[in-house]
């Protein structure tokens, strides 16, 4: 038996954005449900009943009452798997922060498997310390002064580690993750550290633009820039509204007119107050038009990558990328920021990837180059459309399924 605790599962069909992990946890529940690769069990947010948050609430908690939900949630989770027999159950976890006890669970004796959609030290380091100190050293720092800090500070370090410590395996999308993990934890084993990029679920199919061209009252002429992901810090949709303010004050702005659809809801702890950030910078543009749709999905989703003539991917941390590899198997080329999250998924021949202070220059060369960017959304869609993620769920079955627990 296995027993997949999610912090974020349990909502399917809410269109509520929770994130990568969330839709990860939702598909591997489908596929497993249709492949059977082994009897499993979802510990979802339900079994906090009644103080279950419901989906709107979890995007909407602060860093406190985030904290608070998660340490409720381990101590549920821990206590329902602690009802079963360790040698015939085994534990995938879908968070770190949010997970299990790690360490009580792996003193008993099961097999833990933890998914790491986010390397929560290594996304401290780059969005609270802005990149100006390593992953490693905050672990180095945290071993030194940790029993000081709050159980806020626990949640990241401490849990990270054990984490690592007590896992069997650790999954993770990328091989820059992988790399960040062995940094952090040189007494961890490269063999445990799997690499699974997700993939994509299933090829999108178009869906016709035009209500949107027509909700929106565009020209035929315009051209649209779409990015696509939650409303937040790391997402970087400011350093987008920043290149389009500087290339308005050039001489090589477009003629044609330049619609920019910010797609998206705010949610998680700065969601709100970034959202009002990013309406400041969009007022500032006088010759671009940016647009907020809110969160999208379904047909939606799909209707604006049919619109969109580019795909802006300007996060600032990623672990994976799953919106872009959605936009790579739409038909889109892409301009995407260097880190490891979009190296996973994007190559040069499907768009560019840039450092911040060139992200407009590769927007503008690919907009204003049609037989490239053409060429360049064959390219990815060939890609992306080969990237399966059933093939992966049954790769992470298998890795499960190599640990001694009877089924």
Not at 100 to 122: K, N, S
Not at 191 to 217: Q, T
Request: hydrophobic share 40%; with cysteine; proline share 6%.
């Amino acid at each position: 038996m296995i027993l997949y605790t999610a912090a974020h599962g349990g909502f399917s069909g809410q269109a509520v954005p929770l994130g990568g992990g969330a839709a990860v946890c939702e598909q591997l529940v489908a596929e497993w449900t249709r492949t059977k690769p082994f009897p499993f069990c979802v510990l979802s947010p339900e079994i906090l009943r009644p103080k279950a948050p419901g989906a709107k609430d979890l995007v909407h908690f602060g860093e406190r009452a985030y904290a608070d939900f998660s340490r409720a949630f381990e101590k549920a989770c821990t206590e329902e798997i602690l009802r079963h027999d360790p040698a015939t159950t085994a534990v995938l976890a879908n968070d770190v922060s949010e997970g299990p006890d790690f360490e009580r669970l792996g003193q008993r004796g099961y097999a833990i498997f933890t998914i790491y959609h986010v390397d929560v030290v290594a996304y401290v380091a780059d969005i609270y310390f802005k990149g100006r100190v390593k992953p490693e050293t905050t672990v180095r720092w945290y071993n030194s002064v940790g029993s000081l800090l709050p159980d806020m500070a626990k949640l990241v370090w401490k849990k990270q580690e054990a984490s690592v410590r007590y896992s069997r395996g650790l999954i993770v999308p990328s091989e820059g993750m992988r790399d960040v993990l062995l940094r952090c934890y040189p007494f961890s084993s490269k063999e445990k550290i799997h690499v699974l990029p997700w993939g994509s679920w299933a090829p999108l199919d178009s869906v016709d633009p035009e209500p949107l061209r027509r909700e929106f009252d565009m020209p035929k002429t315009a051209q649209v820039l779409l990015a696509l992901s939650r409303i937040s810090p790391e997402k970087g949709q400011d350093l987008l509204l920043d290149a389009l303010l500087e290339w308005e004050s050039r001489p090589d702005y477009p003629q044609r007119p330049l619609i920019v659809f910010i797609c998206g809801a705010p949610a998680f702890m700065q969601g709100e107050r970034f959202m009002k950030t990013l309406q400041a910078k969009a007022a500032k543009l006088k010759k671009t038009r940016v647009i907020f749709p809110g969160y999208v999905t379904g047909d939606s989703k799909r209707a604006f990558f049919a619109l969109a003539d580019l795909y802006v991917f300007p996060s600032r941390h990623e672990s994976y990328g799953l919106t872009l590899l959605e936009a790579l198997s739409s038909g889109l080329a892409a301009v995407c920021l260097d880190h490891s999250g979009a190296r996973s998924v994007m190559r040069e021949e499907f768009g560019a990837i840039v450092q911040p202070r060139d992200l407009r220059s590769a927007i503008q060369r690919l907009l204003a180059n049609d037989v490239l960017r053409h060429k360049m959304a064959q390219a990815a869609r060939t890609y992306a459309r080969n990237e399966r993620f059933s093939d992966r769920a049954a790769q992470l079955a298998r890795i499960i399924s190599q640990s001694p627990v009877e089924s």
